[in-house]
């Protein structure tokens, strides 16, 4: 029907074969891509350092794991973790497991806020040496010292 000559009205002055092709075009654009099923998710490992000021008896390692355990958020709740993610500590660095989706920027926007919490933020600084790590450094006091005499 939408092929005969004057039913097409004000598309008139296009070849009936490319209307064909727009109309199926528009058709396979709205049909969803199958996804594959099973399959192992990806894992993501995250370290933070926080030796530096562990060394110097500034924080608890064990009370900055608490922090993470307590306040990530999977799927937008806290206290979620279940087997997503799984937080360990050795000494003083804090391992995050993580199945993706899950943003090392995340762990850092935390680690800012338990050092704020602990009225550490003007002291501490959180850096990143590594693409799969952060490390709670010192800010550098004694350069501007130096520049100024």
Not at 49 to 59: F, L, R, V
Not at 107 to 112: A, T
Not at 115 to 130: E, G, M, N, T, Y
Request: glycine share 6%.
């Amino acid at each position: 029907d939408l092929l005969k000559p004057g039913s097409i009205g004000s598309f008139a002055p296009f070849p009936p074969c490319l209307l064909l092709f727009l109309l199926c075009a528009m058709v396979v654009k709205g049909l969803k891509k199958k996804q594959v099923k099973g399959g192992k998710k990806q894992q993501l490992k995250f370290i933070v350092d926080c030796t530096q000021p562990a060394d110097d008896n500034i924080i608890e390692p064990k009370d900055f794991e608490k922090f993470l355990t307590n306040r990530i958020k999977v799927e937008g709740k806290t206290g979620n973790l279940g087997e997503k993610i799984t937080i360990s500590r050795d000494k003083s660095k804090i391992t995050v497991n993580a199945e993706a989706p899950f943003s090392k920027r995340y762990l850092k926007y935390l680690g800012k806020k338990y050092l704020k919490s602990q009225q550490l933020r003007d002291f501490l600084r959180i850096v990143a040496p590594s693409k799969t790590s952060y490390e709670m450094r010192y800010f550098n006091i004694n350069d501007d010292k130096d520049e100024e005499e």
